[in-house]
């Protein structure tokens, strides 16, 4: 006899891969950007960082026993991948790419038990990684106004690792910390050097991915009127910066910088959208996502304006993915006919 | 009127379009019958007749056991050829006692008892008609009807609610029965009212049903039934959560409507009671949907107990393609079976025939702890947490997280992108619970057996060593009397 199927007998159409391959779709458009700033050398550094996952996944699931096919298929993977490559320096060398993908996917999610059972967001644990390793490489911005390079030179670039003479330049964060360490108040340190237009547009120097502000602002959106994410986590994590900024900005205007100043740079649009609504690494509940969004809200502005480094999102997740098994354990939905205690509700009739 | 909210919920694709325009058609009649003997909650009714009986349309051939059972009647008249196990839409797949009738074309009633003013019976009067006519709640639960009635008057009943969610997909047969009946339903509405002395009587019905929803108010003017138009999303047509909408009040956990003051009976109950009341007819048919995208016809039939579900299939025109599944019910809360020899028993709302895209399903991968299945449950639940909790076999973690207030509504399993079937982890589970909670109970069972048994050897022996004593004491005053009297008889010498 065949096996009786349980109900439902109806499934909404939906799967994993399709819940990744949304999410791939809402980054596109901030990626085309990028690569129409800067370059080929952006385009290789994201197609190296792909193959590497891929390659690296299907190796170690390969390794492991499991069939590989369902593994790739579903794109997690691959998101992955993509989050890192564009949060890296768009004319970062290869190797960034593929040791950052590599970790990302192998030690951030394979070793942890594959998809689902990872404690760290992998691209946030790949970034810190490569940061702490290669601060160099890392730091390296490229201002995307000046020429681009051809496809060819892009070769150089990537592969070879060559300079771009008089490209070079700080990314808005880096560029006010250093300016700070010599000194000099936020007035003069932005003064032609910030404009929330330019910001929002991305015609910054800044990684891949992450200039464009507004881009990935309509991203999320789309994210959010496609279920894949809801709002909590996002409105969270800007109100998590914006909130200590405008007050600090208030006590002290010349060395603390204002909100919008913060909620446009580095990579708090990405973050707010794409990691931090990570399914596996954020909180269950409503309740949850919020105190795990203004978490990683608050640690990124407390990284960014007295830490070491000049952005602090990589940081500030890490540290409250440590906490969303504490979160889940203590936030949970009031059950029906119970009182947030578990108890049973009192009958009270004819109410 | 203002409505509630709810929690989670979905919103699966409806497709009540295959068959909410056609009307109820009776079947044909049947050569065979076959009437299980238990098609309700409780314990089987018990037959009252024998092999070679002829009976009559609507005469009692079972009647019920026990506290919590339904009586059955024969749905035309005719033979009984058999009294034996026969293929039945049970979750076991196995046969079930059945009596097994052979129609003799004849559709011959017994006489029936018709009452045309059906407010002069008492209330208890009502409940007493409506366990007799065999009426069990007809939206699934098939609870026994006169029970729910007699148990709410006892604790009164401050809102009757009318169930006319029928959230599930597919299912238009409460929807057509409010078309095509609105004023027998308001009128067996209004009895139910009358036995159970509510103060407030609620319709509640999808907004997907605009035609059911104007019939029913039509037929409503002048009462004090209020009709009202809910959101549609499933579960609504669920009794906690209709509940909830219409009256913002939540069932405490472990308890029954009655306990808020609340009785919930479905719209097709109130049919069959105004029919039993009116005009003294057992629940002898019901209407039945027949749909799916295997189905070529879709169409909503009124079929006697009993009748086998193929002959309602080929009343349908049969198959357009093969089904990959055959279900009873919605598709939501369902149950699949394979024997279309199985008969249409009181709790038949459906009979589909899906197709694979129909049926979503695919291979389940990993859990990515999305939490849609959280945010879809309307009861509140993690399921992603019951369900690792589960297959670490620790039950009692998975109570702690509301196994036992899980509804089985499939909402979850529905949503999860990673296909896990996490409803059938909870009824899996459940069952398991249950058998725990029976071998706890045997064991306190059998321990309480030990205890008196050790009691009553306990004192039995200290009843001897009393009496062994008690002796021994009379013996010694005996002694003592006597040398008591030998010593004076010394004395005296
Ligand atoms: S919906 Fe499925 S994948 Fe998402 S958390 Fe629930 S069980 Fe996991
Ligand atoms: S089946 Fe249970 S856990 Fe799943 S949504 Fe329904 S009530 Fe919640």
Redo the contacts between chains.
């Keep these: 006899?065949?096996p009786?199927?349980?109900?439902?007998?109806?499934?909404?159409?939906?799967?994993?891969g399709?819940?990744m391959g949304t999410v791939l779709l809402a980054l596109t458009p901030a990626t085309l950007f990028g690569f129409w700033l800067y370059g080929w050398p952006a385009i290789n550094l994201w197609a190296i960082s792909i193959i590497a996952a891929i390659v690296g996944e299907a190796l170690v699931v390969r390794m492991q026993g499991r069939a590989v096919r369902?593994v790739i298929m579903?794109g997690?993977g691959i998101l992955t991948a993509w989050l890192l490559a564009i949060s890296l320096p768009p004319f970062a060398p290869w190797w960034i790419a593929v040791l950052g993908s590599l970790f990302a996917v192998i030690i951030g999610k394979q070793v942890f038990g594959?998809?689902?059972?990872n404690v760290f967001n992998p691209a946030m644990a790949a970034r810190v990684m490569l940061l702490i390793s290669f601060p160099l490489e890392m730091t390296s911005w490229i201002a995307p106004d000046a020429n681009a390079p051809g496809f060819m030179d892009s070769l150089r670039v990537t592969f070879m690792s060559q300079h771009m003479d008089g490209m070079a330049s700080a990314s808005l964060l880096g560029h006010v910390k250093t300016e700070f360490t010599r000194g000099v108040g936020l007035d003069q340190a932005l003064a032609g050097y910030y404009s929330p237009l330019h910001m929002l547009l991305g015609s910054r120097a800044g990684s891949l991915g992450e200039s464009a502000a507004l881009l990935l602002l309509i991203g999320g959106l789309f994210l959010i009127a496609r279920r894949i994410i809801?709002w909590h986590a996002p409105v969270a994590m800007l109100l998590g910066v914006a909130v200590p900024a405008l007050i600090f900005n208030a006590i002290n205007a010349n060395h603390y910088a204002g909100p919008m100043y913060h909620l446009l740079s580095g990579g708090l649009m990405l973050g707010a959208f794409f990691i931090v609504t990570d399914?596996?690494t954020s909180p269950?509940?409503a309740t949850g996502q919020l105190i795990f969004g203004f978490g990683c809200g608050l640690f990124t502005w407390i990284v960014r304006t007295w830490g070491g480094y000049p952005e602090g999102v990589a940081f500030a997740v890490m540290l409250m993915n440590t906490l969303t098994p504490l979160i889940?354990q203590y936030v949970?939905?009031?059950?029906?006919?119970?009182d947030r205690k578990?108890?049973?509700?009192?009958?009270?009739?004819?109410? | 009127m203002k409505l509630f909210d709810l929690r989670g919920g979905v919103h699966p694709e409806g497709r009540k379009n295959l068959s909410a325009e056609r009307h109820i058609r009776a079947l044909s009649l049947p050569k065979y019958l076959f009437v299980p003997l238990q098609q309700h909650i409780g314990a089987p009714a018990s037959p009252v007749v024998n092999v070679g009986d002829k009976v009559l349309k609507g005469q009692l051939i079972a009647v019920a056991q026990g506290a919590v059972s339904s009586s059955i009647h024969a749905p035309t008249s005719g033979v009984v050829v058999a009294l034996g196990d026969h293929v039945a839409p049970h979750p076991s797949g196995l046969p079930v006692p059945t009596i097994t009738l052979q129609s003799d074309g004849a559709e011959k009633w017994i006489t029936c008892e018709t009452i045309a003013d059906p407010l002069a019976l008492s209330p208890e009067d009502i409940a007493a008609r409506v366990g007799a006519a065999g009426i069990v709640g007809l939206g699934g639960a098939t609870f026994p009807s006169a029970l729910k009635l007699n148990l709410s008057r006892s604790s009164g009943v401050q809102t009757l609610i009318m169930n006319g969610g029928e959230c599930e997909p597919y299912l238009t047969c409460d929807d057509r029965i409010m078309r095509e009946r609105a004023v027998e339903i308001i009128e067996g509405i209004q009895l139910i009212a009358y036995a159970v002395a509510a103060k407030e009587i609620l319709v509640g019905i999808e907004d997907n049903k605009p035609e059911a929803i104007a019939a029913m108010q039509a037929a409503a003017q002048g009462t004090p039934v209020k009709v009202v138009a809910m959101p549609s999303m499933y579960p609504m047509g669920s009794e906690k959560q209709i509940i909830q909408v219409l009256t913002g009040m939540e069932i405490p956990a472990g308890g029954r409507p009655a306990d808020i003051g609340v009785l919930v009976h479905n719209v097709a109950t109130a049919y069959a009671v105004q029919q039993a009341i009116r005009f003294g007819r057992p629940l002898i048919s019901r209407i039945v949907t027949i749909s799916g995208g295997a189905i070529k016809t879709a169409c909503n039939v009124e079929a006697l107990i009993g009748t086998p579900v193929q002959e309602l299939i080929d009343f349908a025109d049969g198959y357009s393609q093969p089904a990959a599944r055959m279900v009873l019910g919605g598709p939501m809360m369902g149950q699949q079976f394979t024997n279309t020899n199985i008969p249409v028993v009181k709790g038949t709302s459906g009979v589909l025939a899906l197709t694979q895209s129909e049926i979503g399903q695919a291979a389940p991968s990993p859990c990515i702890r999305c939490s849609t299945c959280i945010r879809a449950c309307p009861v509140g639940l993690m399921p992603v947490e019951m369900v690792s909790r589960i297959r670490a076999s620790d039950l009692a973690a998975a109570v702690s997280f509301g196994l036992k207030d899980c509804i089985a509504c499939g909402s979850c399993s529905y949503v999860c992108p990673a296909h896990i079937p996490l409803v059938h982890y909870f009824n899996y589970a459940k069952g398991d619970l249950a058998t725990q909670e029976r071998v706890k109970l045997k064991q306190e069972a059998t321990k309480k057996l030990a205890d008196t048994r050790n009691e009553r050897i306990a004192r039995i022996e200290r009843e001897r060593a009393e009496a062994a004593a008690r002796r021994k004491a009379a013996r010694e005053a005996k002694e003592r009397a006597k040398e008591a009297a030998a010593q004076a008889a010394t004395e005296t010498v």
């Excluded at chain 1, 594959?114 to 059972?117: C, H, I, S, T």
Aim: glycine residues 10%; positive net charge; hydrophobic residues 35%.
């Design positions: 006899m065949t009786i199927a349980h109900s439902p007998h109806a499934h909404a159409p939906v799967s994993i399709k819940v369902p579903d997690s594959g998809l689902g059972q809801t399914p596996v269950n509940t889940d949970k939905p009031r059950i029906y006919g119970r578990g108890a049973a509700l009192t009958a009270n009739k004819g109410a």
